[in-house]
């Protein structure tokens, strides 16, 4: 949906443990929205996550697959420039990940995109 309501761009198509991804998050709708999800799932890895560093500029530490901003966080932005790496090392040659990035009025979700990229060994 790149060029919808929101959308999600990832810089790196495949990356290794330990190294950043670089993401982009645009948000193009004008109607009443409150917050904005961005929820990681790497394939085969129940416990495994990737951890967010860096969120428009400003260092972060947040070691969770689930990062929720409010609208009123962002100050009028439009976009959300992320950077966030992993320590998953796959089992196999690679595994497959799923960004999601949802925007959310009143507990519900309205919108949502998804990127996909590959973490290999």
Do not use: C
């Not at 190294?19 to 982009?24: I, K, S, T, V």
């Not at 917050?35 to 416990?47: F, L, W, Y």
């Not at 929720?68 to 990940?97: C, M, W």
């Amino acid at each position: 949906m790149a060029g919808g309501e929101v959308s999600i761009s990832l810089q790196e198509k495949e990356l290794k443990a330990g190294q950043e991804l670089h993401g982009r998050i645009a948000i193009n709708y004008i109607g009443r929205w409150d917050s904005v999800v961005i929820n990681s799932q790497i394939e085969n890895a129940t416990s495994d996550v990737f951890t967010y560093s860096m969120l428009n500029g400003k260092k972060v530490n947040y070691p969770y697959a689930r990062l929720s901003i409010f609208r009123t966080e962002l100050k009028g932005a439009t976009t959300i420039d992320f950077v966030a790496s992993t320590k998953h090392v796959p089992q196999s040659e690679s595994s497959n990940v799923k960004f999601r990035v949802s925007l959310i009025q009143e507990h519900k979700e309205i919108f949502s995109d998804i990127a996909y990229i590959k973490v290999v060994k």
